[in-house]
């Protein structure tokens, strides 16, 4: 079993609608998370931190923590064709050792 | 803004060289790590560092080495590259204070081709 696990996608989505990414994790004393946006041929750049349960919001971007449940979720509202890419969850057990998931490929349509 | 180079963004090399890719981070960060990315395998952990001449294996540390004589300055080596290590190796810092976590940053990636 993976640490973390995200669909692969492709998730297509039209201009404006609300992408919906997620991304479950196995170890139930994970305490951070994290997710990143990588374009093709880039690297990846962070987006948002979350650690505790609940929403986190930024802009159009909210981060959704349930660690009963072991997800992580990222909502992206207004979606734009510039936000087409690759998005990366990565977990953190505290001890200085990421896990990231292989990552959803979004694409928004215009 | 933080910034974290790598010495490369191409490489090509011969099975059985030694290669050296370097990163270095101008934030003064404690942490720093090694990942390669494959597709379908996402980044897997090679090495990290949470301070000068202090290393510890990641994931998959097989095959690598790794030097921090210096703060800033993280290299990985491959002892002898074979094509099973064709990838995109990609550099990593945060900072690193005790009992808290934060976010990594990257380099631009080194995409390494062994022929």
């Known amino acids: 079993q993976k640490e973390v696990e995200q669909n692969s996608g492709p998730l297509s989505v039209p201009e404006g609608a609300i992408a919906s990414l997620n991304c479950t994790y196995s170890d139930r004393g994970s305490q951070s998370f994290f997710w990143y946006r990588q374009y093709s041929g880039k690297s990846p750049e962070l987006i948002m931190s979350i650690y505790s349960n609940g929403d986190k919001e930024d802009g159009r971007f909210t981060a959704q923590l349930n660690k009963a449940s072991q997800y992580v979720s990222l909502l992206i509202r207004d979606s734009q064709p510039s936000d087409s890419a690759t998005y990366l969850c990565?977990?953190?057990?505290?001890?200085?050792?990421?896990?990231f998931g292989s990552g959803t490929k979004l694409n928004v349509k215009p | 803004d933080v910034k974290v180079t790598q010495s490369s963004r191409y490489l090509v090399k011969r099975t059985g060289e030694k290669v050296f890719l370097e990163c270095v981070q101008d934030m003064d960060h404690e942490n720093m790590f090694w990942y390669r990315q494959d597709p379908g395998l996402g980044l897997r952990l090679i090495y990290f560092s949470y301070d000068v001449k202090m290393k510890e294996k990641g994931d998959i540390p097989e095959g690598y080495s790794v030097s921090r004589e210096k703060k800033e300055r993280f290299s990985l080596i491959l002892e002898s590259a074979s094509t099973n290590q064709t990838s995109m190796y990609l550099c990593a810092s945060s900072l690193g204070l005790a009992g808290v976590v934060y976010e990594q940053f990257f380099g631009p990636g080194t995409r390494l081709t062994v022929l």
């Open positions: 990565a977990v953190n057990n505290n001890f200085n050792k990421f896990y």
